[in-house]
T-cell receptor, first 112, second 116 residues
Framework: EAGVAQSPRYKIIEKRQSVAFWCNPISGHATLYWYQQILGQGPKLLIQFQNNGVVDDSQLPKDRFSAERLKGVDSTLKIQPAKLEDSAVYLC??????????FGPGTRLTVT | AQTVTQSQPEMSVQEAETVTLSCTYDTSESNYYLFWYKQPPSRQMILVIRQEAYKQQNATENRFSVNFQKAAKSFSLKISDSQLGDTAMYFCAFTKGSSNTGKLIFGQGTTLQVKP
């Protein structure tokens, strides 16, 4: 079974630029999550989708972050414009049930 | 609001020995799940073990076991016969069992180094 795929794996941008991350969950997984993991900290949920509907986006900085899940499968997370404090690893996870989350390899973003 | 605290930023253990990682949490929920996740260097996070709050029996997965103390809100991970491949960052995590979200709340992590 293929795992959660994410791209790109690494991205370096300058502040005020925009960036987008892509996630392809495990086939058949209805729930998809985006987490932000700042260096030295545990991941923090940004947004959760159930199929293509948003379940929780309470911690998503909506003035600069946006996310969508097309046709309930792939998802993209966008940051525009980026700030220095957005430097982090962005993790995508998917789940067939509520409590078994499978994580992708993450995208490491560096904002200079 | 729920919180998860891991008070040991770094730990080390000799290969083949046993190590225990600590985790405490705070919640007013009566129904919830607790997890330990492992994040090896530059590799993706994987689930190590899961505990349902309503189960009194401590979960066990091969060399990994937990000590779940519900009244004390403590959830420690014991790794027996440590192997070099156990070197990783370990995260304790919580999710509300009665909620539809399944959102994981993570602790700060403990970096474990297994020494040969």
């Amino acid at each position: 079974e293929a795992g959660v795929a994410q791209s790109p794996r690494y991205k370096i941008i300058e502040k005020r630029q925009s960036v987008a991350f892509w996630c392809n969950p495990i086939s058949g997984h209805a729930t998809l999550y985006w987490y932000q993991q700042i260096l030295g900290q545990g991941p923090k949920l940004l947004i959760q989708f159930q199929n293509n509907g948003v379940v929780d986006d309470s911690q998503l900085p909506k003035d600069r972050f946006s996310a969508e899940r097309l046709k309930g499968v792939d998802s993209t997370l966008k940051i525009q414009p980026a700030k220095l404090e957005d430097s982090a690893v962005y993790l995508c996870a998917s789940s067939p049930l509520q409590y078994e989350q499978y994580f992708g390899p993450g995208t490491r973003l560096t904002v200079t | 609001a729920q919180t998860v605290t891991q008070s040991q930023p770094e730990m080390s253990v000799q290969e083949a020995e046993t190590v225990t990682l600590s985790c405490t949490y705070d919640t007013s929920e009566s129904n919830y799940y607790l997890f330990w996740y492992k994040q090896p260097p530059s590799r993706q996070m994987i689930l190590v073990i899961r505990q349902e709050a309503y189960k009194q029996q401590n979960a066990t997965e091969n060399r990994f076991s937990v000590n779940f103390q519900k009244a004390a809100k403590s959830f420690s991970l014991k790794i027996s016969d440590s192997q070099l491949g156990d070197t990783a960052m370990y995260f304790c995590a919580f999710t509300k069992g009665s909620s539809n979200t399944g959102k994981l709340i993570f602790g700060q992590g403990t970096t474990l180094q297994v020494k040969p």
